[in-house]
């Protein structure tokens, strides 16, 4: 039967554009609790600037909670050198570094131009790597900018490829706002699969338009068994207005469970932890599976 890696990406994707702070304590459990729903790969945080996003300090904190659970993949996201260092202090065995496939957003993310910030990364990955960390590359507005519009597929290959060669060992492809469709999808994984191995690809979609399952289903037909997803459909992106969470990842397994695909993810405990989420955040659950199955289950049923 056939796998599909979940990188849940709630901690960092989710909380960094949630207008309310949660604690480095309550980002602790809401880890503690995803790791309980049976997710191994969590995206924990990120060592950026704290004016930037505020919501992201204490990162450090954060990973060091989990210093000794050496079983999963705790990546943190990592924009420069001073970033790695941080990383490094905190125990980090794992970091993301993050380009973008337009020009605009590049400058409005992390300030700087594309070649730029591809220049930053390669001290940051061939240091990483002596450190003997794994380091994963993303690449944002694959499938459209929300300042430029559409992205031509050649930039996008582009950009996978020099992070590839700097020796990203999976590249994760960002539908930062959620404009893409499932054709499009189809056509990007296959032509960055042209340069990178169809396995070293993982696919990111935000779930503005409502497409991010379709394109995860174009995506899967297409080869990748690596999907990001966000607990309760948390977030967004604060360079990215409008940009409305990541595809849910109890969406997400339901729809892989229906297809008997595996991801060693209980999907009940999952509901679990999104109902508490959202009651933390004073929200309703952002997914469709979350709102079904949750009942009225109280948030505080997950509070054991
Ligand atoms: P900058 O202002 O160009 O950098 O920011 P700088 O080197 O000139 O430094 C300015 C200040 O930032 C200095 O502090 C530095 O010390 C500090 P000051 O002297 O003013 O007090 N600084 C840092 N502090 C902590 N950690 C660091 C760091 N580096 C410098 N690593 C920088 C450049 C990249 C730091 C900034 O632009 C930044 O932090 N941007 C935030 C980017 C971000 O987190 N975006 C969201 C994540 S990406 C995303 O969501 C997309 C993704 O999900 C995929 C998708 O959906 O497409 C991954
Ligand atoms: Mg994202």
């Not at 992201?56 to 260092?85: H, K």
């Not at 061939?126 to 300042?147: D, F, M, N, Q």
């Not at 696919?203 to 995860?216: C, E, K, P, R, S």
């Not at 068994?225 to 997400?252: F, H, I, Q």
Request: hydrophobic letters at 45%; aromatic letters at 6%.
């Amino acid at each position: 039967m056939s796998k599909v890696r979940i990188v849940e990406v709630g901690p960092r994707d989710g909380l960094q554009n949630e207008a309310q702070l949660i604690t480095p304590f309550d980002r602790i459990e809401l880890i503690e609790r995803l790791i309980s729903a049976g997710l191994s790969t969590i995206e924990v945080g990120s060592f950026v600037s704290a004016k930037w996003v505020p919501q992201m300090a204490g990162t450090d904190d954060v990973l060091r909670a989990f210093i000794d659970r050496t079983d999963l993949s705790l990546p943190v996201l990592v924009p420069n050198e001073m970033g790695l260092d941080a990383a490094l202090l905190a125990g980090a065995r794992e970091i993301a570094v993050f380009a973008a496939a337009s020009e605009t957003f590049s400058k409005k993310n992390i300030n700087c131009t594309i070649a730029q910030s591809i220049d930053r990364f390669r001290p940051v990955v061939s240091r990483a790597r002596e450190h003997g960390l794994k380091v994963r590359g993303y690449i944002s507005c694959v499938l459209g900018c929300p300042y430029e519009g559409d992205v031509p597929v050649s930039q996008v290959t582009d950009v996978a490829e020099q992070l590839h060669d700097l020796g990203c060992y999976e590249i994760s492809l960002g539908d930062t706002i959620g404009v893409g469709t499932p054709g499009k999808a189809r056509e990007l994984v296959h032509a960055v699969g042209t340069i990178v191995p169809i396995e070293r690809i993982a696919v990111h979609f935000h779930d503005t338009y409502g497409q991010a399952l379709a394109n995860i289903y174009a995506s899967l037909e297409a080869g990748v068994r690596v999907v990001d997803a966000s607990v309760a459909g948390l977030g967004g992106c604060p360079y990215a207005k409008g940009a409305s969470g990541n595809v849910a990842t109890e969406d997400l397994v339901y729809m892989l469970n229906g297809l008997g695909i595996l991801t060693g993810v209980d999907l009940d405990r999952l509901i679990d932890v999104a109902v508490w989420i959202s009651a933390e955040l004073g929200k309703p659950i952002g997914s469709r599976v979350g709102k079904a199955m949750a009942g009225d289950r109280p948030a505080s049923v997950a509070r054991d």
